[in-house]
């Protein structure tokens, strides 16, 4: 797995296949494809597909046909990008040398208010810092009022990057850094393959937080198992009480069958929690949460409580508030929340009030004869769906 450049000559503007959802009115810059270290046996997302370092000037080249593109939309089009009809567009930017696909991308974010930047793909930072450096430096030198630049990137990465090196990211505009902590415990990081220990997960966290950098934790409820799901909330809440990130962000184990997990799964190597399941580990999770003043997040389509958001420490006790709700309700509302909520009609657990949302959702669970018995064999269909 070298993490040199590749040669090769450049194709034109390239953007990767996943961003988080906090980042969706961002210009996305792709620096490296996929992941480098792709082992997770959660992870569907890059597997098949070859990690790479893009040449330093070809994302220097696409910035420039980001910013040469704004500068069309202002100077040329008066902003008034979509009264330009196609041919006398098309005309214009093959004059300009500019890629279709680059104008398409500066268009979307000129409309949105070029406030943000995302680096892509799975783990920016493993690029050399020095090189990083340049692509900060390009983008601050073409876009001054960009607020925020934001990347993911590996725990493991970090570990071994220096403070200094974090600080000086930091002072060349990379400020919100996203991780996927997953687990903070030892045995489940092991046995998903995370590559990482719940110690360098800390480490790596205060490192960035010391920097003066946004820090988004993902935390995966589910990821335990029925084995180990105590275990996962204790021990994750506890690596989290001592980096205190920014925020803390809920992704719900969903398992495609093109991971390794599935396998697991299918041979009941890996037991599946249920949503209730997952409910009592979130209130675990979230009552061992001590301390901190994270911002807790729940903004991932395939959580089952997207309402279960707030800050820390005050909003504590409204969060156990809603999961008890939750676990509270009667089965047969427990089931017409979930299924609503997979379906994408309900975002909270009053939506369910709604006559007409509920209607729809009591039909089709008549219609397909949904019960507890199959929910869950429902909801994994649902799941893999959004997948
Ligand atoms: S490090 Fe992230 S992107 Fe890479 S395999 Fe693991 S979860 Fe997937």
Redesign the pocket.
């Known amino acids: 797995m070298s993490e040199e450049e590749e040669q090769e000559p450049y194709s034109g503007f390239e953007q990767g296949p996943i961003r988080p959802p906090s980042e969706a009115f961002s210009l996305l810059i792709r620096i490296t494809r996929n ?1 480098p ?4 046996s ?2 569907p ?2 597997k098949g597909s070859r990690f790479s370092i893009r040449p330093l000037e070809h994302v220097l080249k696409d910035i420039e046909q980001i910013a040469k593109s704004i500068s069309l939309i202002n100077l040329r089009f008066g902003g008034e990008i979509y009264a330009i009809n196609e041919i006398t567009l098309n005309r214009v930017l093959n004059d300009a040398g500019i890629d279709p696909q680059a104008f398409i991308c500066a268009v979307n974010w000129y409309s949105t208010g070029m406030r943000s930047v995302f680096l892509q793909d ?2 920016s930072l493993v690029l050399p810092t020095e090189k990083l450096l340049c692509v900060l430096n390009k983008l601050a030198h073409n876009f001054p009022n960009v607020q925020r630049i934001t990347s ?1 990137a ?1 725990a493991q990465t970090i570990y071994k990057k220096s403070l200094d090196e974090m600080i000086l990211l930091k002072e060349h505009g990379l400020n919100r850094i996203h991780i ?1 902590l ?1 687990s903070g415990s030892d045995v489940v990081l092991k046995i998903m393959k ?2 990482v220990t719940k110690e360098q997960h800390i480490e790596a966290g205060k490192k960035v937080v010391e920097a003066g950098i946004e820090l988004s934790e993902y935390y995966m409820p589910g990821l335990g198992g029925q084995k180990f799901w105590k275990e996962h909330a204790i021990e994750s809440a506890d690596a989290l009480n001592q980096i205190n990130p920014t925020f803390i962000r809920f992704r719900t184990l969903a398992i495609p069958s093109n991971t390794p997990l599935y396998e697991e799964w299918q041979s009941s190597h890996f037991k599946k929690c249920t949503d209730l399941e997952i409910a009592q580990e979130l209130l675990c999770f979230i009552e061992h949460l001590d301390g901190i003043t994270s911002i807790i997040k729940s903004d991932h389509i395939l959580n089952l409580l997207p309402e279960l958001e707030g800050q820390l420490p005050e909003d504590k006790e409204k969060m156990i508030t809603i999961i008890n709700e939750f676990l509270n309700l009667p089965q047969d509302e427990k089931l017409i929340f979930q299924i609503g909520r997979r379906m994408g009609l309900f975002e909270k657990l009053y939506d369910r009030m709604d006559f007409k949302k509920r209607s729809v959702v009591q039909q089709i669970i008549r219609q397909y004869d949904i019960h507890n018995d199959n929910v869950e064999e429902v909801i994994n269909q649902f799941m893999s769906r959004m997948l």
């Open positions: 992941c270290w792709n082992r997770c959660f992870c997302v890059y799975a783990n993911y590996r996927g997953e995370k590559g």
